[in-house]
Nanobody
Framework: VQLQASGGGLVQAGGSLRLSCAVS????????MGWFRQAPGKEREFVAG?????????YYGDSVKGRFTISRDNAKNTVYLQMNSLKPEDTAVYYC????????????????WGQGTQVTVSS
């Protein structure tokens, strides 16, 4: 399976962006999909997860809960991350990723990664 993330860009604080992760090679079958982010000098941080072919049980990192929403479009084999009320501290490279685990917030459990898309939030 291959992942292609897109949709990043520059946005003012309080604005919104929607990231997309196109899944190719196979469907979601066997994987749960999620999003991580990494800011310069910081560890990779869990953002959202829980999208799988068997059903969705979405969960979020504390810093984005209530502002970000993960979803999918099966017909397009695409996972989305809707980001609202963006803050400067949301600035990072965002990665979509897949895991064989049914539930995980740790990057080491994710074995398939997209290339990342930059999100910059100006104050």
């Amino acid at each position: 399976v291959q992942l292609q993330a897109s949709g990043g860009g520059l946005v003012q604080a309080g604005g919104s962006l929607r990231l997309s992760c196109a899944v190719s090679g196979r469907t979601f079958s066997g994987y749960a999909m999620g999003w991580f982010r990494q800011a310069p000098g910081k560890e990779r941080e869990f953002v959202a997860g829980g999208i799988s072919w068997s059903g969705d049980y979405t969960y979020y990192g504390d810093s984005v809960k209530g502002r970000f929403t993960i979803s999918r479009d099966n017909a397009k084999n695409t996972v989305y991350l809707q980001m609202n009320s963006l803050k400067p501290e949301d600035t990072a490279v965002y990665y979509c990723a897949g895991t064989r685990s049914s539930y995980s917030r740790h990057f080491s459990d994710y074995t398939v990664w997209g290339q990342g898309t930059q999100v910059t939030v100006s104050s």
